[in-house]
Nanobody, 123 residues
Framework: QVQLVESGGGLVQPGGSLRLSCVAS????????MGWFRQAPGKEREFVAA????????YYADSVKGRFTISRDNTKNTVYLQMNSLKPEDTAVYYC????????????????WGQGTQVTVSS
């Protein structure tokens, strides 16, 4: 099973930015999808963004469109989530996910999960 390790979470003020990273233990195939989900206290895990490793397909949740950008570095087996204009409602544990085929928009689509990284947006 592919291992995923996230980093980059932290505390940021509203309107600020953070970049999350997720490194996969092996090179994803071009048809794999990698993405991000998040889970706030007392809520279900929800989809945030996903990218096909070939980079020709990208999905975003409506709540983050225009503020978050997902990308990947093929040489580093890494997927990134650049988060701008952060809001308090973005506060959650963010999980990296990998699917051996698309799409990757539901939790049941994922074949592997990272351990999660906390993002807190507060003044």
């Amino acid at each position: 099973q592919v291992q995923l390790v996230e980093s980059g979470g932290g505390l940021v003020q509203p309107g600020g930015s953070l970049r999350l990273s997720c490194v996969a233990s092996e090179r994803p195939f071009s048809f794999y999808f990698m993405g991000w989900f998040r889970q706030a206290p007392g809520k279900e895990r929800e989809f945030v963004a996903a990218i096909k490793w070939s980079a020709d397909t990208i999905y975003y949740a409506d709540s983050v469109k225009g503020r978050f950008t997902i990308s990947r570095d093929n040489t580093k087996n890494t997927v990134y989530l650049q988060m701008n204009s952060l809001k308090p409602e973005d506060t959650a544990v963010y999980y990296c996910a990998l699917a051996r085929g698309g799409p990757l928009t539901l939790t049941r689509d994922s074949d592997s999960w990272g351990q999660g990284t906390q993002v807190t947006v507060s003044s």
